[in-house]
């Protein structure tokens, strides 16, 4: 393991540039500084570019004008903490224990990202790909900047291959290669049936309880065999070709895993496909959160006015996140009685997405993690969004190649995430190799 690039990652990773609170702003402008010192130190002209919102970081470097051009995403921004009191130790403290580095943004994004950033210094000029960086920071609040640069600079990102490293392998001797990633569309729901709470007992049985209207229209969006009742949500899925279903039956990853992983008393899925395609290939309809009323210690006798509830779909390839959008404030609207009033707003809608497999970039890929890992990588289609890799392939035209450096087990999002300082070694020397070859 080289001290210098796992020094430099310690610092990377002791910044909290957290994206989704206004606190963090000035360690977002330092994560912004530090990613432009060190890629202007390794050969790139850096600029740091304002948004709307985060500012994202653009790099290039040119060995020869004739070779082609890599594009790596990124990005810089993480989650949240919380609950800090379920981490063993400070997150923007890293700390090696067990052969893994324990700190937040430590698998999702900036040690995974680091990776093509040490790759690219080690090989300096004898890098036969000519490279440039696009580091977002708004990733874990949806992108919401993202597709408007991308508009703007099609010229400036102009590539020959995208490459993310984002997601994760299997193990560290079993590659994985995402070729598609399912689209997002997240609603928030709220129904009102009073300006305020009111009393149970002396209102109770002749008002409309907000909670229950809201739990009866929920209800209504899923059958008992896990289909979505959303009338037009399937119209337009697109069907896994049999090569398909052949290459995503390899994954080895199933039931049992399933329920280790979770925790769950039982699997459950739409009827009709396996574990593989349900998790990547299948549109799906999840509540996230669901509040009204009194919800501290005790009683509060009341009937709440207004009741709230947050609803993701994740949605697949030929389905269009705008067009869900239409349907299901529809169905909101449709199934609301006439003594409530109803109201969707739109949190975020990202399109799906998947990758041509045939482009030669995917065998250099390949290549590269037979090498690095001694077996070939396994296809698999992501059931996870990335905002930006939809933008990268809808709006650029470009095949992004996902190689994942973390483990199933990272704990991304979660108190005490980690990258092993395994993979986090593969993956320098797999981008190397991917970059040199």
């Not at 082609?68 to 990005?75: A, E, I, M």
């Not at 090498?371 to 392939?393: D, N, Q």
């Amino acid at each position: 393991m080289n001290d210098k690039h796992l020094n430099e990652l310690f610092e990377f990773l002791s910044i909290p540039s957290i994206s989704a609170q206004s606190e963090y702003r000035k360690d977002i402008k330092q994560a912004c500084l530090w990613l432009e010192k060190k890629l202007k130190k390794i050969g790139f002209e850096t600029d740091i570019i304002k948004t709307k919102g985060q500012p994202l970081i653009y790099a290039e470097r040119f060995v020869n004008k004739k070779f082609p051009t890599v594009l790596v995403y990124g990005h810089y921004d993480v989650q949240s903490p919380d609950p800090l009191e379920e981490w063993f130790s400070d997150p923007f403290k890293p700390e090696i224990r067990g052969g893994n580095i324990y700190a937040r943004g430590a698998s999702d994004n900036k040690g995974q990202l680091f990776t093509w950033i040490a790759a690219a210094e080690d090989l300096g000029k004898k890098c036969e790909l000519n490279l440039k960086f696009i580091i977002e920071g708004e990733e874990e609040i949806g992108s919401e900047n993202f597709d408007d640069f991308v508009n703007d600079n099609k010229s400036l990102l102009s590539a020959d291959i995208c490459v993310i490293s984002d997601s994760h392998a299997i193990s560290p001797t079993q590659p994985l290669i995402s070729y598609g990633l399912r689209g997002i569309a997240y609603f928030e729901i709220k129904i009102e049936t009073m300006p305020k709470d009111v009393h149970s007992g002396i209102y109770g049985g002749n008002v409309a309880n907000p909670a229950i209207i809201l739990s009866q229209i929920i209800s209504k969006m899923k059958s008992e065999d896990e289909k979505i009742n959303i009338e037009g949500f399937y119209r337009n899925v697109r069907k896994l070709t049999k090569q398909e279903r052949s290459l995503l039956s390899k994954l080895p990853f199933g039931e049992k895993e399933i329920l280790e992983e979770t925790g769950a008393i039982n699997v459950l899925g739409e009827s009709g496909f396996s574990v593989h395609e349900r998790a990547g290939a299948r549109p799906t309809l999840d509540v996230n959160g669901v509040w009204a009323g009194y919800t501290l210690e005790g009683q509060k006798t009341i009937i709440p006015g207004v009741a709230h509830a947050k609803i993701s779909m994740r949605l697949v390839p030929n389905q269009d996140p705008y067009e869900i959008e239409k349907i299901f404030k529809k169905f909101v609207s449709d199934n609301t009685p006439v003594y409530a009033k109803s109201e969707v707003k739109t949190l975020s809608l990202n399109k799906p997405v998947i990758m041509d497999i045939k482009n030669p970039y995917f065998k250099k890929a390949e290549k590269a993690l037979i090498k690095v890992f001694g077996s070939r990588p396994i296809y698999e289609l992501s059931g996870g969004t990335i905002g930006a890799a939809s933008a990268i392939k809808n709006i650029l035209r470009i095949d992004s190649i996902l190689m994942g450096y973390g483990l199933p087990d990272d704990g991304i999002h979660s108190p005490n995430e980690k990258i092993s300082l395994e993979m986090f070694e593969k993956g320098i020397n797999a981008n190397k190799i991917f970059l040199f070859g």
